[in-house]
């Protein structure tokens, strides 16, 4: 069962958002609302970003990663 969800905004973001969703092809705005949550939830946060990127920073100076000099050396 769908729930219907209602959101306020400027009259000038409300123009972007229909403008934006015609643009990229949706049909109606709630499709594109959904399509932008849908990408939102597989976004990275920056939180894990920077864990990430400290736990490689980590692995490489212990020597477990190896510095390549180009994408060639991967293969």
């Not at 973001?13 to 015609?22: M, Y």
């Not at 490689?56 to 990663?65: F, I, N, Q, S, V």
């Amino acid at each position: 069962m769908r729930q219907i969800l209602n959101i306020s905004m400027p009259p000038n973001i409300a123009l972007a958002v229909r403008e934006r969703a015609k643009k990229h092809g949706f049909e109606t705005v709630s499709e594109y609302v959904r399509f932008l949550l849908n990408l939102d939830t597989d976004l990275i946060s920056p939180q894990d970003l920077l864990a990430m990127s400290k736990r490689a920073d980590r692995e490489y100076r212990t020597g477990k990663l190896k510095k390549l000099n180009s994408l060639a050396e991967l293969l």
